[in-house]
Each structure stands twice: as C-alpha cells, then as structure tokens.
C-alpha cells in the first residue's frame, strides 16, 4: 500500500519561512509529486509539482519565487521550502502523487495534511 506523510507545518510570523516534507512509502508508479493547499471554505488549489526525475518543476503564480519544491530520489522525499510567508499562504498543505497537472483529481495518493498558519 502506498502512504504519504507530511511534516513541518506550524505558526510562523509573516515573512518567516517552514519547510515541508512529504515522504513516501511504497512504489507510486507516478510520476509527479504535487504540492496543494486548502483554506477553509476554499477549493484546494495547486501549489508546485515536481518530477521524480527532476526534469520538469511547476509553481502557481501565487508562490513563484517564493517557494521552491525540491526532492530527493534515494529517500522518497519532496519538499517544500516556503519563505517570505504571507497570511494568505494560511492552509492546509497536501502532497500528492498523479501526473502533474494542476487538477487535484488527477492525484491518487495523498497524504493526510499539515496546518500551515501564518501570523499577520
């Protein structure tokens, strides 16, 4: 069975940073690692995606700049360094693993989430 787990989320003051981890466990057959986020009341939005190869990164136009999404292969681990946080980057964050579109529902295995609250 596949599994994967977030971590790193907490209460940051505005223009502070956190880094998220998502680590899999188990083969996905996948090949992207998505990023999304959801605020309360709001649609879950893309963030980044990363190919497991490295080849090929996505941002929102929200975070460019930003945030950066890494990953490394040899742990089954992606990602998320967030600087320059912003009240609005308030969510919960998700990874997932699909094909690296910015549509959630093309993402099969996701994680359980972590709170990501920003301080203004």
């Known amino acids: 069975q596949v599994q994967l787990v977030e971590s790193g989320g907490g209460l940051v003051q505005a223009g502070g940073s956190l880094r998220l981890s998502c680590a899999a466990s188990?083969?996905?057959?996948?090949?992207?690692i998505g990023w999304f986020r959801q605020a309360p009341g709001k649609e879950r939005l893309f963030v980044a995606a990363?190919?497991?190869?490295?080849?090929?990164?996505d941002y929102a136009d929200s975070v460019k700049g930003r945030f950066t999404i890494s990953r490394d292969s040899a742990k089954s681990t992606v990602y998320l360094q967030m600087n320059s946080l912003k009240a609005e980057d308030t969510a919960v964050y998700y990874c997932a693993a699909g094909s690296g579109s910015v549509r959630p529902y093309d993402y099969d295995f996701w994680g359980q989430g972590t709170q990501v609250t920003v301080s203004s």
């Open positions: 990363i190919a497991w190869s490295g080849d090929n990164i």
């Open positions: 188990g083969r996905t057959f996948r090949k992207y």
